[in-house]
């Protein structure tokens, strides 16, 4: 026979270190527990088990259930009362705890165990007759919402009919009679609803609510949010089984969150809430508008000092910020949960600095306890304080940032024109997890109701989407789609804002400006770069952003596209010049005109980045970007042959009509020639320069002349010369020869002598298969990551995003958005032969990464492991990628 | 000091072995005189010297001039006459010759050393003042053609003149005086054009010469023969400087070339021509139409008898087909040159097949003597024998196969029409070097003049276009762009064919015919079967394309395309019903009447190649291809928007036109939802198959019914299902269990049991990169080589091709055109990955390639020596690449 697995474990049975096998919950419980702290006792049915029942095609594995019989009955020794027992019956709370927290699963049943003959002993025991009646009445709702499948509305019905029957507003206010009357009409709800009778057997219920919990982990909410926050679907959830305590017994009791520091800023306060008389769930779901922690400093001074210690020395515990569940039951404290506590990015700043300087953790740990992802954040927008606003309210700014959008009703709403491409922002009186498809696609938050850690706020931080909740001047009316404040009605569509910083609900767009960087910030970046050998240079077309990107900390400019000062609207008439230019003379004519304002172009961006290499990318889009559209174009002229051919009836001018149509039949026709199939593949990058090499020449000369005009200032310009989409070692050799013959000519028309380096852009397979060849002319590799992810996959991003790459995602066909996150199994594959046969060729070769990968914290790690020299990323995400190159080398040493 | 390379040999220091440092025809001169056949004596300068001169910017390399005086020394010695000597001076002809014979080149000078001295010795001499006069007229211009760049109508003009003044027709008829005039006034025109007199010093005229012959390797001519035949441009050319002898010294004197056996049909029979009275140039050039040889056994016994003595030597001594020139002066024979005769493919065929049964070489070697790419030569179409034609007019049948098209009447024309993807017919007089251009484009060559050895034959036989030469019932008018037959006038444009294989020249399109497969042929491909290990199947959409392949031999189809079963007239409305779907059940709706169909298609693939394996690809395109064309559709929408705005006034019916309209735009919204950027890397693939898995689902079902349906007919269809586009493992994996699941509900249903096997196309990088993971999945792999050399360089086919890909090829950035032949530096090493990692994985795994490079020859040696099992090409490639895989095995055991 083989051994049965140990799928039980008592609190006092485990550590914190047990997260994987009991879950984050369960594993602080039993930490909790061993230190001594006040627990209520229960017991942790393992992830483990949660996995077998899946396998096992949702089946308890062998011999589970009497073992979680036992483990009852080892509880009821230890309390001394009687699960089901009719006198002061032993209740418990079931509560989901994944290895990661994740909302979305099931997250709590309170008071199970209670019955028609079981309410009666506990209305005794408490001596609290509406007390056990409203727990009973709780329980059938929970029970019968999250075991049985019924809907939450379906009970509010009947608790609203029924308070309006008794003439009373607020749920306390109902007696015992009405709570009575509201179990047997829950109770013939769930029969009618469900055709079973609302199970009786205490048993029964613990093993109903222990399934209901391993069903939740493969429940869609659970999955999206797997799926965003990137957790495997192999790790499984544990069940938490604990013996109740009563936080609405009375106004002696209640039950509250602490966070040790402030979640927003990372100050070193007390942070929390708490609802009097009240169970955990009325707090987490922002149906009341819970009171601050600081006045029950005032009302239970003992219970808020035992509390304040209890919290310290789990923060020195766990040498982290923790955020702490807890109930007091007439006056006695009890802990229902810790665990590190989310936080904004500017608080996890300030809390892994601020430790260090307390000496709880050192300075690596610090940089680890960061994610970069989640310091982006920080660079988030916030409202221009100098701008006239028409705040229309003020609620709690439950996560920073400022959004501006069109208010949306519903989350259906938000996802179907957030994916549209509509910047809009979410209006809700209080969201659930079912509402967690729209937020992702808000702009913004915003919730008449809730505090700091209602489900809105915690998810908006968690995605780091400016959030204000328990705004309880708006009046939303659901059905209408609109909200007032006072008497201004804002309508769908309507335009508002909403500073997350400060919780302020703005009427209309709302300038925005960027945001500072804090000297905790500054201090961590200090820090990653002692730690860090990975440069980080950044993405920039624009001397202002060679600026900005300086002043991140990017040492270098890795990708300078040209294409984009061939935009500007004073040089496409020129642009467009040299691409209808019908002979050779007529090309060079009209590059010469654009020679000046690229040389201009250069200067400013060498000089931002003076000291520092910029690497220039020579032209590379196919030249119909820059002509007008083939499709409107056609249109133009098949309308205005209509025109002409009826002119004589509709008495339009038909001289006037066929001058613009031959006009634009000429135009036509050279757009036809440059039109592609496909673009992305087509007549682009060196090929542009190989076939027409005059238009290489010419931003070679601009770059050159740019560099001499610097030198001759005193500065220090270190140019790059970057071909793209090269493929074949003969197309860097001819390029070469052209680059390098331009080189001379200019020093030698100048007598001013320069270094500067010759590279190639890698963006094809081919590129990369060949690297030993190209590495023989090439100084420096760049991986162009996003057109290598495009050829390697044969994926057009465009398409794919639209068409099937969601899809792909959601079905877990791939892992992630490989436009997101560097594909190591494939792309990186190429990405790693590139880089050792480019040394082997060429030890001295300097090698980068410029794709948008180049700002993305697992990419860079990648990029660290592949022995690359530097990536380049959006001047934006330079902090974040300095962090995470610090982090990637950390962990590689910690992985020793 | 360096020691001096030996730069020249005389003929008697040479060999046959020797061919790529004395060239082709100075090799076989030499192995003529080491053999004791009458050659004039004379000596080759290397291909060696010809690089080194190139590589010192055309320089002499030190030394050479004087040991050219030397070997002339030499020679003067061995014939008793003095090089520039003004008593029966010695003459020389000058000739190139490269390793690999190559028109385009500077072919011929003769008669060099006359000047206006030495001209009065040669008419003593020769006791014939009028033969001396006509030589120097012919040395000034050619040399002042070849050697001074003049161009050859301004001496024809000159010569013209003097006719006419003379009152004379024939070159033959114009007397002393009048050749002397000509003389005076070809020296005048060389003076007035060069700036420079026609050097008068012999010594002069051969090192200029010489030059002249090492510059025209690097001639537009030779580059591009060089291009179009895959010859190295590093292999330089010889020159050959041999002694006069004279076919133009009068009626017992004449020159002509031999076949040993008939170059077109492979016959054994002597085959040549000849034209008495002249000058090789006379021949080769086409001007005059020879006489048969059979006439000099009439007329020259004793000659006839001798010349086909030593030709017969000359081929057994080579074991191969000779092609010879020979002069007869004065009753004398000399050999001028004998080299392995061109010849058409048929005879390419019965000439290896011949020598086996001759004992003279083995069956390997025979199979080595094909070349594979001519062989395809062979299955090109002939006029069909059943239609009712128009013949014209009927000239010489220069190369078989037979060609409808435009008629035009310049290289140029046909070069730019050709390009457009028009079919043209080039109409020439004659053709020369210059032609080549519009000679690749054209689909047939007709001439007024030139034997069947022209340079029209010649070259259009190596390019195996039909040709037809000599047709001189044709009187071209150049200017007119006309040529007229009789009555008949042909204006460009109009259509005629031209079947090469009966010289007819017929009016009008005419219905071609497929070939048969000769007997030779037939022994040939048995041979080939016995030696090769590569298996060749082929990619057949349709019964009929299956039937076809398997005729050529093919033993399974590599590929079998589903989608242009989709593409059918009268299926195309339910494929539409399908894409249109609104919902699921819709689409299954419209598939379920897709399925009977697809189904009948399967079995009648299957039943064709019945025993052997089909490889069926399930849908690959995207769905937009099978709906209506965006621009156009928006185009209507747009005119019919105008067309309702301008009812009013134009009187149009409003009504009846926005009907229309309501039906476009509801046409047009579903093509722009579908519409791509770039298709090619777009939603198509198993992409589709995964998003919308009842497409496969249906195709699979309609596969393995098939099986089921022709094993209940006692058959043994053996059936493939190859999923396309795979680039994660993942893809395959659940492809699979769709697929597998189908297979085993159809076995359910049926109570048939079937064989079958699941395999991958691999036609992205990320495919062949993670064949390891593939593998694990796929029973067969078979490389997509066309979307694998798109994705793999970034290449869109469609663009590239249009674009930048001949300037690529044309400037060597690119040795070939990737699409034709295997890049296997770059695809061919991620294949060679593939194969290595996917047989890791499963070392049964069936590999093969399915693109347009499995009929490629190079592709197929590659695919043999990279391991892989089959190559799957057009039915009608199949015999080629029967005899490419045979050679790709001998070729390997030769190299070891």
Redo the contacts between chains.
């Keep these: 026979m083989a051994t049965i697995k140990k799928y039980v474990y008592l609190f006092e049975e485990g550590n914190a270190k047990m997260k994987s096998l009991l879950g984050g919950k369960g594993a602080n419980l039993a930490e909790m527990t061993k230190i001594g702290l006040p627990v209520p006792p229960g017991f942790t049915i393992t992830t483990e088990c949660c996995i077998d029942y899946n396998n096992l095609g949702k089946e308890f594995p062998e011999g589970l259930e009497p073992v979680i019989l036992d483990s009852v009955k080892t509880l009821e020794k230890k309390i001394g009362k009687s699960f089901g027992g009719e006198d002061a019956p032993l209740l418990f709370s079931v509560r989901s705890g994944a290895p990661i927290s994740m909302p979305g699963m099931m997250d709590t049943i309170l008071n199970l165990g209670l019955n028609d003959k079981t309410v009666l002993g506990h209305a005794r025991a408490t001596n609290n007759e509406r007390f056990a009646w409203d727990c009973y009445r709780r329980l059938i709702q929970m029970f019968g919402n999250v075991v049985m499948g019924l809907e939450h509305r379906q009970f509010e019905e009947i608790l609203e009919h029924h308070k309006e029957k008794a003439g009373v507003h607020y749920d306390h206010e109902m007696n015992t009679a009405t709570l009575q009357g509201i179990v047997e009409d829950y109770k013939a709800l769930v029969k009618r609803s469900t055709g079973r009778d609302f199970p009786q057997d205490p048993r029964d219920q613990l093993i109903m609510a222990v399934r209901a919990v391993f069903d939740s982990w493969n429940n869609p909410r659970a999955i999206v949010y797997r799926k965003i926050n990137k957790i495997p679907d192999s790790l499984g959830t544990a069940v938490n089984v604990q013996t109740m305590v009563f936080g609405n017994t009375g106004n002696d009791s209640g039950t509250g969150v602490i966070f040790t520091r402030n979640p927003n800023t990372g100050a070193q306060e007390f942070y929390g809430e708490y609802l009097p008389n009240a169970q955990g769930e009325d707090v987490v779901a922002g149906i009341r508008t819970p009171k601050q922690i600081a006045e029950l400093h005032t009302e239970m001074p003992a219970v808020y000092d035992q509390l304040y210690n209890v919290c310290m020395l789990l923060e020195s515990h766990y040498a982290e910020m923790q955020d702490i569940e807890f109930t007091f039951e007439r006056g006695k404290l009890y802990m229902l949960q810790c665990r590190s506590g989310k936080r904004t990015a500017a608080a996890a700043m300030k809390i892994a600095v601020d430790l260090v300087a307390e000496g709880k953790i050192d300075k690596p740990e610090a940089l680890l306890r960061v994610a970069p992802d989640q310091v982006e954040k920080l660079l988030h927008r916030g409202v221009d304080p100098k701008a006239k606003l028409n705040v229309l309210a003020t609620g709690l700014p439950a996560s920073p940032g400022a959004a501006v959008g069109a208010a949306v009703f519903s989350a259906d709403d938000a996802e179907r024109l957030g994916q549209e491409g509509q910047k809009v922002v979410l209006v809700r009186p209080e969201t659930t997890p079912d509402d967690i498809h729209g937020i992702v696609e808000a702009q913004g938050i915003l919730t008449s109701r809730g505090g700091m850690t209602c489900h809105a706020a915690i998810v908006a931080r968690g995605m780091g989407k400016p959030c204000v909740v328990g705004c309880e001047a708006l009046r939303i009316d659901l059905d209408r789609k609109q909200f007032t404040v006072g008497d201004v009605t804002i309508k769908e569509g309507d335009l508002i804002a909403v500073d997350g910083a400060t919780g302020r609900v703005i009427l209309g767009s709302v300038p925005l400006v960027d945001p500072e960087i804090s000297p905790e910030f500054k201090k961590l970046l200090e820090w990653a770069d002692e730690t860090r050998t990975l440069g980080v240079e950044a993405n920039a077309d624009t001397p202002e952003d060679a600026r900005k990107a300086r002043e991140f900390g990017a040492t270098g400019v890795g990708l300078c596209r040209t294409e984009h000062m061939f935009m500007a609207q004073d040089r496409l008439p020129v642009v467009q010049q040299m691409i209808l230019a019908e002979t050779l003379d007529e090309r060079k004519a009209a590059l010469s005109k654009l020679l000046p304002m690229q040389q201009g172009d250069f200067e400013g961006i060498l000089e931002a980045m003076d000291g520092f290499p910029v690497t220039i990318r020579l032209l590379d889009p196919p030249l119909h970007e820059f002509l007008p559209n083939?499709?409107e174009l056609?249109?133009d002229v098949?309308?205005l042959r209509?025109?002409i051919a009826?002119a004589g009836?509709?008495?339009a001018n038909a001289g006037v009509l066929q001058k613009e149509l031959d006009e634009k039949e000429a135009m036509l026709r050279k757009v036809r020639a440059l039109a592609?199939?496909?673009?992305?593949?087509?007549?682009r990058g060196c090929?542009l320069g190989?076939?027409y090499p005059e238009i290489y020449e010419m931003q070679a000369r601009a770059i050159f002349q740019a560099t001499v005009a610097l030198k001759k200032r005193g500065l220090h310009p270190k140019v790059e010369v970057m071909i793209p989409?090269v493929?074949?070692t003969?197309?860097l050799t001819?390029m070469k020869e052209l680059v390098k013959g331009t080189a001379e000519a200019v020093m030698q028309e100048t007598g001013v002598t320069f270094e500067w380096k010759y590279g190639t852009m890698i963006?094809?397979?081919?590129g990369a298969?060949?690297a030993d060849e190209l590495g023989k002319d090439a100084e420096f590799f760049s991986f162009g990551t996003n057109?290598l992810t495009?050829?390697?996959?044969?994926?057009?991003r465009?398409?794919?995003e639209g068409?099937?790459l969601a899809?792909?995602v959601e079905?877990?066909?791939?892992p992630e958005n490989p436009f997101m996150s560097l594909?190591q199994?494939?792309?990186g594959?190429?990405i790693q032969m590139a880089v050792n046969a480019g040394r082997g060729a060429n030890p001295n070769l300097k090698v980068g990464i410029c794709g948008e990968h180049g700002g993305d914290p697992a990419s860079i790690e990648f990029c660290y492991n592949a022995g690359l020299n530097y990536v380049s990323c959006s001047p934006f995400r330079v902090p974040i990628a300095r962090l995470a190159a610090a982090q990637a080398r950390l962990k590689k040493e910690r992985a020793k």
Tied chains: 1, 2.
Excluded at 763 to 766: A, L, Y
Aim: overall charge positive; hydrophobic content about 35%.
């Design positions: 083939q499709m056609t249109v098949a309308v209509e025109r009826t009836k509709t008495g592609e199939f496909n673009p992305m593949l087509g007549f090929r190989l076939v989409l493929g074949h003969n197309e001819r963006e094809v397979p081919r298969l060949t057109d495009q050829t390697t996959f044969g994926f057009s465009d398409d794919a068409k099937f899809h792909y079905k877990k066909i791939l594909d199994g494939g792309v594959k190429l």
